[in-house]
């Protein structure tokens, strides 16, 4: 069963992400189906559906 993970980085923006890409890299990791992120009113959001918990 496919699973939502859904963070609030408060006080971020698309600089803050941008940079944290950059780090990590932009290759989806294994199980990732769906990466979506933009910002809130309070910071920057990031959803993630993964294909399960493992």
């Known amino acids: 069963m496919p699973i939502v993970s859904v963070q609030?980085?408060?006080?971020a923006g698309l600089e803050e992400y941008d940079r944290?890409?950059?780090?990590?890299?932009?290759?989806?990791p294994p199980g990732l189906?769906?990466?979506a992120a933009g910002p809130t009113e309070r910071g920057w959001r990031t959803i993630d559906v993964w294909e399960s918990k493992v």
Not at 20 to 28: F, I, K, N, P
């Open 20 to 28: 944290l890409v950059a780090e990590v890299g932009d290759q989806a």
């Open 8 to 11: 609030d980085l408060l006080g």
């Open 33 to 35: 189906i769906l990466r």
